[in-house]
């Protein structure tokens, strides 16, 4: 008969006291394996199943610290695989999932710094760019309450914006009060002559989120003259602004 180690299934000669692939002590711990059967070192190999998440764990590199799981796994597995002589196989995909495993480690924190250098520069893109469309639709709205005042002489200006978008004058974006991150209002319509039509306006907008959305405030009225305020305060737009250049 035959007998093999208990620890990793190597067949062990008769009178060894010690295991020759894996070292250990055999004698109290001696398997022995009946005529006709298998012995554990002729068995078919099992794939491992830590290299296996492994593997799995480095190609999930958008779940947090599944790199991390990966790189664990894979040391596990290669390490149980070394020790089982030949009983587990799947040191390729233990070695595949270290290797995802570090090239995320790697990878992250280059890509953290290229994020910190990019979201900043994307972000004031975008708010020059809400600026700009700010800017375009104060003077929309400008030229929309001179065209009612015209077509309304009895009443003046408005400070409805619905007003001028039902005399479709403005886009119904607009006329909500809200447009590529800022806030508008129309502001002191007010008359020279009591019961008069409403000679004067005050047109604002200010970011809808201050150092988000945008930063400066903008403001007009019935002079056309579109003014700036470098803190995105609408109130000190309108008294102390400067003129936008």
């Not at 799995?56 to 149980?80: D, K, R, Y």
């Not at 607009?174 to 319509?189: D, H, K, M, P, W």
């Not at 150092?211 to 008294?239: H, L, M, Q, W, Y």
Request: aromatic share 6%; with cysteine.
């Amino acid at each position: 008969m035959e007998s093999v180690c208990s620890a990793c299934g190597n067949s062990v000669a008769t009178g060894d006291q010690f295991c020759r692939v894996c070292g250990r002590a055999v004698a109290p711990g001696t398997v022995v394996v009946p005529p006709g059967q298998p012995s554990l070192a002729t068995m078919p190999a099992e794939t491992s199943g830590k290299a296996i998440a492994s593997l799995i764990c480095g190609l999930l590199f958008f779940v947090p610290l599944a790199f991390i799981a990966a790189i664990v796994f894979g040391h596990i597995a290669l390490s149980e695989i070394r020790k089982s002589a030949g009983r587990l196989k799947g040191d390729g995909l233990a070695i595949a999932g270290l290797v995802l495993g570090y090239m995320w480690v790697v990878a992250i924190p280059i890509m953290l710094i290229i994020a910190a250098i990019a979201i900043p520069n994307l972000l004031r893109a975008r708010m020059a760019a809400n600026e700009s469309s700010t800017v375009a639709s104060i003077r929309i709205l400008a030229t929309a309450e001179i065209t009612y005042a015209t077509a309304h002489p009895d009443a003046g200006f408005t400070c409805s914006l619905s007003d001028l978008s039902t005399d479709k004058l403005i886009s119904s974006q607009l006329a909500s009060g809200q447009r590529t991150g800022y806030v508008f209002e129309l502001r002191n319509c007010s008359s020279e002559t009591a019961g008069g039509p409403n000679t004067k306006f005050q047109i604002v907008a200010h970011p809808l989120t201050t150092n988000t959305t945008g930063i400066r405030a903008f403001c007009t009225d019935e002079s056309n003259v579109i003014k700036v305020d470098p803190s995105g305060s609408a109130s000190r737009c309108v008294e102390s602004g400067e003129t936008l250049q």
